[in-house]
């Protein structure tokens, strides 16, 4: 089997949506697809009224295949400070043509006001190992991990764009949705995230940079954080850039154009080089001169994260049988 669907930009493509049916009849809600992150859990009936503002709430006893796991609960905080909890359903849960019948959805009966004001974002869909699940007394399996028997070749893929829908794909990879080829490279998962290392990067039309860069694939994180020495390296070559404390991140002039960036893959010159235009993020104030950068540091992290920034550049393999990554140019 095969599936997918379409992943819709955010305002400044601070997330993307993609749709997913749940329960019987089915109840589309909009989810945030995170490979950072490994439970699906949704805003629901159980939600807190207050809590509420404007998302799609699933509603289990409106599905007659919904099964309540009794005493099961989840509790989850995110690198942003964010954080949600509730009880667990077992249900059928689809993204396009494939469906998982039997998929444990956490349905949220607190958020934190992160999500609240997030009113088009009705819950996340986390693909990344199932070590990282929250749900108690016992783990349960990613919608990936249900999928992958199932599927025709157990990958899925990320192709987001900018300011435009693109697609998340379940068990293809479709050869029009890249250029040149994939280069694959080996994940450690030990983490639970889909971790591989770049061997360096370049800035511009600048030489290329060896220095090796750990980090983590991840859709549901914006920006592309990476290790300060690289950060430094960049925002240097722009005059007017600068680290601005109030901001807590690297604010540079919208114009001219900054200069593109571009991460290495595998070890026979392989990269993926970012348009300068996607380090303007989104303009600071109303003056639209100043522009907050794309690229940000991972100092506290541990590890670098190619978030959406990055992502974006890219059409990206998550292959869970060979635990590898694919990179291509688009
Ligand atoms: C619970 C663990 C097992 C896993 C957990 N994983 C993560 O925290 C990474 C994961 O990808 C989480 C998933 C996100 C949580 C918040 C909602 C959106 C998804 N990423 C994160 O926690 C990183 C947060 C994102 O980068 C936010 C997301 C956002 C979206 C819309 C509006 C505002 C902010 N963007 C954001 O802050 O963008 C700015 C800087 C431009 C404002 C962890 O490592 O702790």
């Excluded at 469906?99 to 819950?123: I, P, R």
């Excluded at 591989?196 to 290329?208: H, L």
């Excluded at 901001?247 to 348009?275: E, M, R």
Aim: charged share 15%; net charge negative; glycine share 12%.
């Amino acid at each position: 089997s095969t599936g997918g669907a379409v992943a819709t930009p955010e305002d400044h493509d601070v997330e993307y949506l993609t749709p997913v049916s749940i329960g019987t009849p089915e109840q589309i809600l909009n989810l945030d697809i995170d490979t950072g992150s490994s439970d699906l859990w949704v805003f629901s009936s159980e939600t807190s009224r207050s809590e509420v503002k404007g998302q799609t709430l699933y509603d289990p006893s409106n599905s007659s295949t919904a099964q309540k796991l009794e005493g099961y609960t989840w509790s989850i905080s995110y690198g942003d400070g964010s954080s949600s909890a509730g009880e667990v359903y077992l249900d059928t849960v689809s993204i396009g043509a494939l469906t998982v019948s039997s998929q444990a959805v956490e349905v949220a009966q607190k958020v934190s006001s992160e999500f609240t004001s997030d009113s088009n974002n009705d819950g996340l869909l986390g693909l990344g190992f199932g070590s990282l699940n929250t749900v108690q007394p016992n783990a349960q399996k990613t919608f990936f991990d249900n999928a992958m028997p199932a599927l025709d070749s157990p990958v899925f893929t990320a192709d987001l764009k900018a300011g435009i829908p693109g697609r998340y794909n379940f068990g293809y990879i479709d050869p029009n949705a890249y250029t040149g080829n994939i280069t694959y490279v080996s994940v450690d998962d030990s983490q639970g995230f889909w971790d591989w290392t770049s061997p360096g990067y370049a800035i511009g039309s600048g030489s290329f940079e060896n220095t090796t860069i750990k980090g983590i694939a991840d859709t549901g994180t914006s920006l592309l954080l990476l290790p300060s020495s690289v950060v430094s390296a960049y925002y240097g070559k722009i005059s007017g850039a600068k680290y601005d404390s109030t901001q807590a991140g690297y604010v540079l002039p919208c114009s001219p154009t900054p200069p593109d960036f571009a991460f290495g893959v595998g070890d026979d010159g392989a990269a993926i080089v970012l348009p300068g235009k996607y380090i303007n993020y989104a303009p600071t104030g109303s003056s639209g001169t100043t522009c907050f950068g794309g690229i940000q540091g991972d100092s506290g992290i541990g590890f670098a994260i190619f978030g959406d920034v990055a992502l974006k550049a890219a059409f990206v393999v998550f292959d869970g049988g060979s635990k590898t990554l694919g990179w291509a140019s688009k």
